[in-house]
């Protein structure tokens, strides 16, 4: 994603479409974005009067943070139905569950193109089996395609641990969770990391949001008010961050810098590729602050 692009995905929050309680709370959250749940968070029972819901929200929504609403998969019995009541609302995007090949993708974007939803209605995607793993780079090369509406791949962490019987331990995910950024990157896409199950322990909360934003995540996946905050942080330039970006930006400005290429700043080797990543991050610093 480009700088005038970039919005911000810090703080990524589920909320399931049949907790009406949590759901009250939608104006008052300082989350970037919100993934109202149909599947998991929703049992069968509920799924049909949840998805009708769901369309009011979306009507009634104000476009403070991002909406999105995850749907069932397109293979089960309510995927379809959901896709096509979701879309006629036009939240700001859709997200797959358990999508395993590019021809997901590309399958719910026909159904996308031949209800004529507009543009704007993008798609994310739950990289959460070992297909979709497996499939990363190619799934994320449609990233690449403009007549493609994929846009973000979100980090399913519970069902990865599922589906592959890892120990549930951060260490063992890695991996999987490395290549995930990797090819965001090379489709443009955004990436999002997993969520943390102990939400009541906030001080391993904040260290895994400093983990994600090391590991190149744009935001974290959350599941509790609570964690709003820390992702925010976390996943927000840091003083230290923006202060050495002024620097390189100031001291490439200087007069007997202008034409170089390279230049030496407190002893240390800074390059233009330094300059560009400078100003990138000052560019999200204004648009995070305004
Ligand atoms: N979004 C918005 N509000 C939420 C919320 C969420 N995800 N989770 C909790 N809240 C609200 C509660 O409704 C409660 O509101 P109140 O103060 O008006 O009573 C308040 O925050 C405090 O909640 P708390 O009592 O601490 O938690 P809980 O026991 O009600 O709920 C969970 C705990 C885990 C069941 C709940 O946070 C949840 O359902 N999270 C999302 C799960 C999900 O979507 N999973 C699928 C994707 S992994
Ligand atoms: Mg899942």
Redesign the pocket.
Known sequence: MTVDTYRPRRSV????AS?D??LA?LGS?ACDAVII?LE??VPPADKAAARDKVAGILANREKRCEMVVRINPLASEWGADDLRAVAKAEPDGILLPKIGTPRDILEAGDLLDDNSVPDGVKLWAMVETPRALLNIGAIAELGRDPASRLNCFVAGT?DLVKATGVLADRRYLMPWLMQLVLAARAGGLDVIDG?AND?RDLDAFAGECAEGAAMGFDGK?L????QIEPANRAFSPSAEALAEARAIRDAFARPENVGRGVIALDGRMVERLHLTQAEKLLAKAAIIGA
């Open positions: 929050l589920y909320i399931p907790n309680k949590a709370k959250l749940d998991d968070a519970n969520v939400f996946s599941i509790h008010p609570a």
